[in-house]
C-alpha cells in the first residue's frame, strides 16, 4: 500500500532556530501533500496545501514566512519552521494521496514531535 | 462551511463491551467520510470510510454507515480489545463536485478510547 515516510519523528531545537521536517511518498508519486499541525489531546489542523512545482497554499492564520513549505518533486515535500519559538512545539503530521486512490485516500505520515526550548 | 462534530471523550471500556462513538457532519456537495485512528505518538491510520449515502464501511470489526438523513456516521464495534485503545477521528473529504480535484480532510476533535481488561 501507500507510504508516507516522515522524518524527523523527533526534534528538539533552540528558540531562534530553524527545523526542517521532510514528507516522502516511498511508492507513489503525490502531486498534493497536506501538513497539519497537532496540539496535545486537540484535533488535527491543516495548515498548508503543498503543491508540486508552484507555492503552497496556507490556511488562513498561518504565517507563511514562518513556515516555509517547498514541494521541488512529485515525492518530496518540506515544512520548515522558521525562527522557532517554544509555541511552535507541536506534533506536525503530513499527508499524501495517491493519483490513483479513490477520492479521500489519504496516507499519513508518522508524525514529528517537534520541541523548542 | 464544512465541519465535524464528534462526542467528547474520554470513552472508557471493559474488554469485551460494545463501542459506539458518535459523529455528526456539517457539508455541501458530496463529502466523504472517514474514521482514522491515531495510537499514541504515531501519525493516523485510516480505519474505514465511505462515499454516497447509506454506504457501511467496516474494517477490524469496526463499523460505520454513512447517513445522509441525520447527517451522521457514528463508529461501533460490537466487542473491544485492550489494543483498541487510541484516539479515533471522524473526518470529511469535501468533494468539490462528482469529480473534483484534491480535496481536504475535514477532521472532527478526537475521541479517546481506553479500554481495560
Known amino acids: 500500500g501507500a507510504v508516507v515516510s516522515q522524518h524527523p519523528s523527533r526534534v528538539i531545537c533552540k528558540s531562534g532556530t530553524s527545523v526542517k521536517i521532510e514528507c516522502r511518498s516511498l511508492?507513489?508519486?503525490?502531486?498534493?501533500m497536506f501538513w497539519y499541525r497537532q496540539f496535545p489531546k486537540q484535533s488535527l489542523m491543516l495548515m498548508a496545501t503543498?503543491?508540486?512545482?508552484?507555492?503552497?497554499?496556507?490556511e488562513q492564520g498561518v504565517e507563511k514566512d514562518k513556515f516555509l513549505i517547498n514541494h521541488a518533486s512529485l515525492t518530496l515535500s518540506t515544512l520548515t519552521v522558521t525562527s522557532a519559538h517554544p509555541e511552535d512545539s507541536s506534533f506536525y503530521i503530513c499527508?499524501?494521496?495517491?493519483?490513483?486512490?479513490?477520492?479521500?485516500?489519504?496516507?499519513f505520515g508518522s508524525g514529528t514531535r517537534l520541541t523548542v526550548v | 462551511g464544512n465541519s465535524v462534530t464528534q462526542m467528547e471523550g474520554p470513552v472508557t471500556l471493559s474488554e469485551e463491551a460494545f463501542l459506539t462513538i458518535n459523529c455528526t457532519y456539517t457539508?455541501?456537495?458530496?463529502?466523504?467520510l472517514f474514521w482514522y485512528v491515531q495510537y499514541p505518538g504515531e501519525g493516523l491510520q485510516l480505519l474505514l470510510k465511505?462515499?454516497?449515502?447509506?454506504d457501511k464501511g467496516s474494517n477490524k470489526g469496526f463499523e460505520a454507515t454513512y447517513r445522509k438523513e441525520t447527517t451522521s456516521f457514528h463508529l461501533e464495534k460490537g466487542s473491544v480489545q485492550v489494543s483498541d485503545s487510541a484516539v479515533y477521528f471522524c473526518?470529511?473529504?469535501?468533494?468539490?463536485?462528482?469529480?473534483?480535484?484534491?480535496?481536504?480532510?475535514?477532521f472532527g476533535a478526537g475521541t479517546r478510547l481506553a479500554v481495560h481488561p
Open positions: 465511505a462515499t454516497k449515502a447509506d
Open positions: 511508492d507513489f508519486q503525490a502531486t498534493t
Open positions: 499527508s499524501a494521496r495517491p493519483a490513483t486512490s479513490p477520492i479521500g485516500g489519504y496516507t
Open positions: 473526518a470529511l473529504s469535501d468533494r468539490q463536485g462528482v469529480s473534483g480535484g484534491y480535496n481536504k480532510l475535514i
Open positions: 457539508a455541501t456537495g458530496y463529502p466523504s
Open positions: 503543498s503543491n508540486e512545482g508552484s507555492k503552497a497554499t496556507y
